[in-house]
Nanobody, 121 residues
């Protein structure tokens, strides 16, 4: 069983930066994709970013150019550096992990408990 623990959420003002962290523990994690998904109140889940085992990164359109995902493989930890935050970035951010089942699809088998990010205008 894999456990994902997030940290780093909080309340910031528009234009500020914030960094989220997620550490995975449990079974060996080699080959898994890790990433972030967010959910704003009253909205569907929204893909934010992912990093594949080979280091390739992918971003959702709303965050491209502002957010950066990185990984410390030795620590089974990923980070999400969020710059130029906007009120529309307000959401619960979930760390996710799972196998890549096709070149463009990932099955996110594991989810963290979520961390709240609130951006005031």
């Amino acid at each position: 069983q894999v456990q994902l623990v997030e940290s780093g959420g909080g309340l910031v003002q528009a234009g500020d930066s914030l960094r989220l962290s997620c550490t995975a523990s449990g079974q060996p994690f080699g080959g898994y994709v890790m990433g972030w998904v967010r959910r704003a109140p009253g909205k569907e889940r929204d893909f934010v970013a992912r990093i594949d085992w080979d280091g390739d990164t992918y971003y959702g359109d709303p965050v491209k150019g502002r957010f950066t995902i990185a990984r410390d493989a030795a620590m089974n930890t990923i980070y999400l550096q969020m710059n130029s935050l906007k009120p529309e970035d307000t959401a619960v951010y979930y760390c996710v992990a799972g196998p890549r089942i096709s070149p463009t699809r990932v099955r996110y088998d594991y989810w963290g408990q979520g961390t709240q990010v609130t951006v005031s205008s």
